[in-house]
């Protein structure tokens, strides 16, 4: 089943504790991205990775970092995460195909910083 | 500029009532157009799309229209149920060479029996 897998689904942590959500795509699509959704905002993206050690800046990327070592992983790296960093994160993949492009979605990680 | 408006919510309606849900956008060319839904505690779902100008989405008795004159996506539903509640996100597709989907501000729906 083609499917985006993030981890965890819920984490509670505090200010200044680095973390990393995992984000796992087995459709070996090459376009990946990072948004966050917050009430009243919808969602907006962090950061992108156009293929394998291409990574750039989405419209709200200050707090985070990427890596795309390889083509199926793009885990999200808050270094020392802060409390408006509190939000729901969701990992998407995309591939383009004949009809327009495809955008698949995780299930979501909903962090909390205290 | 890039950008999607949907309609603000709260929008609360009772079980059977017609739903519209209005969305615009701002872009460049002709993106493709989608509706996301997100029930309670739960991640985002593909809902519908349209790829081109003049399609019309359609999925679980809701319906949008890509309009290219009046650059709209208005989600439509005749009859709605209480499982319909839900918050609605209206996006735009790839413009460029970017792959960026851009979101409107989300829609929340309480369908009451």
């Known amino acids: 089943e083609a499917q985006v897998t993030q981890n965890p689904r819920y984490l509670i942590t505090v200010t200044g504790k680095k973390l990393t959500v995992t984000c796992s795509q087995n459709m070996n699509h090459e376009y990946m991205s990072w948004y966050r959704q917050d009430p009243g905002l919808g969602l907006r993206q962090i950061y992108y990775?156009?293929?394998?050690?291409?990574?750039d800046k989405g419209d709200v990327p200050e707090g985070y970092k990427v890596s795309r070592k390889e083509k199926r992983n793009f885990p999200l790296i808050l270094e020392s995460p802060s409390p408006n960093q509190t939000s729901l994160y969701f990992c998407?993949?995309?591939?383009?195909?004949?009809?327009?492009?495809?955008?698949?979605f995780g299930s979501g990680t909903r962090l909390t910083v205290v | 500029g890039n950008s999607v408006t949907q309609m603000e919510g709260p929008v609360t309606l009772s079980e059977e009532a017609f739903l519209t849900i209005n969305c615009t956008y701002t872009a460049t060319g002709y993106p493709s157009l989608f509706w996301y839904v997100q029930y309670p505690g739960e991640g985002l779902q593909l809902l519908l799309k349209a790829t081109k100008a003049d399609d019309k989405g359609s999925n679980k008795g809701f319906e949008a229209t890509y309009r290219k004159e009046t650059t709209s996506f208005h989600l439509e539903k005749g009859s709605v149920q209480v499982s319909d509640s839900a918050v609605y996100f209206c996006a735009r597709g790839a413009q460029g060479g970017s792959e960026k989907l851009v979101f409107g501000k989300g829609t929340k729906l309480t369908v009451n029996p």
């Open positions: 998407a993949s995309t591939s383009r195909q004949g009809g327009g492009t495809e955008y698949t």
């Open positions: 990775s156009m293929n394998v050690e291409v990574t």
